[in-house]
């Protein structure tokens, strides 16, 4: 199974990964082809930098994102979280929609 992490902010995505405090976790199948259920979680702290790890004691393997600190996802990788940045859509249902199917848009240029 995959877990795949959303940063959420009002119930949509985080236009900032740092600005969140909540994520919404996809299981997906072992295939990745269908979600098996998904749930939101909130972060115990409010250090951004603490949350890499928080997501990888979680066995979060993908996270999605619209932008985010170079330094965090620096992080990220260090945890083995593979990291989809620039995404566009603003609902998260929607961006593992088109992850799921393959069409998921990113921009690698959205780390700053």
């Known amino acids: 199974m995959t877990k795949v ?3 959420i902010l009002n119930g949509h995505t985080a236009l900032q990964f740092e600005n969140s405090n909540q994520f919404l976790i996809y299981d997906l199948s072992n295939s990745d082809t269908v979600v098996l259920s998904r749930h939101l979680e909130r972060s115990g702290n409010n250090h951004p930098e603490l949350i890499p790890q928080e997501l990888a004691e979680q066995n979060v393997k ?3 994102a619209r932008w985010i600190h170079k330094d965090i996802a620096k992080m990220l990788s260090d945890f083995k ?3 989809f940045t620039g995404v566009s859509k603003q609902e998260p249902d929607e961006l593992i929609e088109d992850y799921i199917e393959g069409h ?3 921009n690698d ?4």
């Open 62 to 64: 993908i996270v999605l």
């Open 104 to 106: 998921l848009e990113t």
């Open 5 to 7: 992490a959303i940063p």
């Open 109 to 112: 240029k959205m780390c700053y």
């Open 81 to 83: 979280i593979s990291l």
